[in-house]
């Protein structure tokens, strides 16, 4: 199975900041890459698919960008409702397998 | 609107099976391809199994292969994961989701999850 290694693995920033969160992939799987927030007690929530596109309904805030093998996801200025863990999941070939997840903290 | 309901958890002693099921509603589930994903409390999550939305094709996680089934029925608009050979591992919330593709048949994600069903695997 392809193996994601995502980091930081938590991550305490400041409303305003600009984060950004990496995923690599162990092979080459394209673009097939999506993110997922999410919030204690909640199910996840597709954020970015297929490396770049923003899910509708996302703010725009929120963007994905892809170099080789490496992902990364980027929120410009991280607003209170933005403070959750992000997850990203490979989906190049089955098993689809997922990061170990950032938790994003309040500084 | 579009909804996911998982039910079908609760408590099992290692060794045995539990079966849970997924109501679909707001959207054609026969033509989706539907997925389970698990999270361990207090861990990440954990891609489980996928089907086709004609049932035809399935795919699992290592973790699950052999013990674990997917199945569908889209007259009933249901989705199901048959749990046997249950490990204390297995204790998860589980979760289901739709398969999402653009208008270009590109895959784009999970894009709908239900609220997931808890199962605890214990003596």
């Known amino acids: 199975a392809i193996q994601m290694t995502q980091s930081p693995s938590s991550l305490s920033a400041s409303v305003g900041d600009r984060v950004t969160i990496t995923c690599r992939a162990s092979v080459d799987i394209g673009n097939d890459l999506g993110w997922y927030q999410q919030k204690p007690g909640k199910a996840p929530k597709l954020l970015i698919y297929a490396a770049s596109n923003l899910q509708s309904g996302v703010p725009s805030r929120f963007s994905g960008s892809a170099s080789g093998t490496d992902f990364t996801l980027t929120i410009s200025s991280l607003q209170p409702e933005d403070f959750a863990s992000y997850y990203c999941?490979?989906?190049?070939?089955?098993?689809?397998?997922f990061g170990q997840g950032t938790r994003l903290e309040i500084k | 609107e579009v909804q996911l309901l998982e039910s079908g958890g609760g408590l099992v002693q290692p060794g045995g099976s539990l079966r849970l099921s997924c109501a679909a509603s707001?959207?054609?589930?026969?033509?989706?391809?539907m997925t389970w994903v698990r999270q361990v409390p207090g861990k990440g999550l954990e891609w489980v199994s996928v089907i086709s939305d004609s049932g035809g094709s399935t795919y699992y996680a290592d973790s699950v292969k052999g013990r674990f089934t997917i199945s569908r029925d889209n007259p009933k608009n249901t989705l199901y994961l048959q749990m046997n050979s249950l490990r204390a591992e297995d204790t998860a919330a589980y979760y289901c989701?739709?398969?999402?593709?653009?208008?270009?048949?590109?895959?784009?994600?999970?894009?709908?999850w239900g609220l997931g069903t808890t199962v605890t695997v214990s003596s």
């Open positions: 707001g959207f054609t589930f026969s033509s989706s391809a």
């Open positions: 999941l490979q989906d190049y070939n089955y098993p689809h397998t």
């Open positions: 989701a739709k398969d999402s593709y653009t208008t270009s048949s590109r895959y784009s994600g999970l894009d709908v």
